[in-house]
């Protein structure tokens, strides 16, 4: 059984799709320019044998004239040879399909650095990127100020039930908020799951399980983010009130980090503390009101 999760929409745009198959477009067209290549010499091959026996393969015939230069007779010898003119046309469809993707920018996203001869070329600005990182994390740290903050502690009241608050919502709700943060400051988004059994996928229980024996939220990232078949994940596996839970994010396209690790893990944490102590003191109040009443 799972609490209602929360799967946003983590559109993938025409470029990342084309930058995610354009290594695979190249290779295959390589491929198939090799096995043409081989293909046609093993058909030449067998064709020459078949017409003009093996001795074709060690003593070519030579039709020019005894007259003509060496130039030309070393030329007519390449041009006759159809052998020669498969291997020179798949070098030359080779070359043309190279360079086909070097002057196509998608070829360039994974480069960060392009050396061509003596000229080399700086395709991610460093200082942007530092620039860029700085303020994620700095965003991030504002997340967890708020969390500690009043302000979060007393949202908790909107979710109280009687003189329980509900802990499903209220840590929803703050993950929605995340959420919601990450997607408009950071153009990150994510999705999350709050599991409350230990029926999970296999990708996921391996992280649960590690989760579970550390104490802590534990992430993995794939080796290759621009692979847009599989997701990152951050997994954390807790108790509240002898229930367990498990907090699945997961992304496309988002690296989870080392702050983000933290941010979870105070978020559960900060959610915890409040509600017991929000619980205890609206306890406190309602055994207070009920002996004024008596």
Do not use: C
Not at 47 to 75: I, Q
């Amino acid at each position: 059984m799972s609490v209602p999760s929360n799967e946003m929409n983590q559109k993938r745009t025409l470029w990342q799709w084309i930058s995610f198959i354009t290594p695979y477009v190249y290779s295959t067209g390589i491929v198939l320019i090799i096995g043409w290549m081989l293909s046609a010499a093993i058909i030449n091959g067998i064709d020459t044998v078949k017409h003009h026996s093996w001795k074709a393969f060690f003593l070519p015939t030579n039709s020019h004239a005894d007259g003509e230069s060496w130039v030309n007779t070393v030329a007519y010898a390449i041009i006759d040879s159809n052998l020669n003119n498969i291997i020179f046309r798949g070098i030359f469809l080779l070359i043309i399909w190279v360079l086909l993707f070097l002057m196509i920018p998608v070829a360039f996203t994974r480069l960060k650095r392009f050396k061509l001869f003596n000229f080399e070329f700086e395709v991610e600005d460093k200082e942007q990127a530092a620039i860029q990182t700085v303020e994620i994390n700095g965003g991030k740290a504002k997340l967890m100020a708020y969390l500690t903050s009043d302000d979060a502690a007393g949202k908790l009241f909107d979710f109280l039930e009687g003189t329980v608050i509900n802990y499903q919502e209220a840590l929803m709700y703050f993950l929605d908020e995340i959420q919601a943060g990450y997607h408009q400051h950071f153009n990150a988004s994510f999705s999350y799951i709050v599991h409350k059994d230990d029926n999970l996928p296999p990708q996921i229980e391996e992280l649960a399980d590690e989760s579970r024996e550390t104490g802590e939220a534990v992430l993995r990232n794939k080796t290759d983010n621009e692979n847009l078949l599989k997701k990152n994940y951050l997994v954390y596996y807790f108790y509240f009130e002898n229930h367990t839970f498990i907090t699945v994010l997961s992304s496309y396209q988002h690296q989870f980090d080392i702050f983000d690790k933290y941010l979870i893990e105070l978020l559960h944490n900060i959610i915890n503390k409040n509600v017991e102590n929000i619980e205890y003191m609206v306890a406190l109040t309602s055994e207070d009101n009920e002996e004024d009443l008596a």
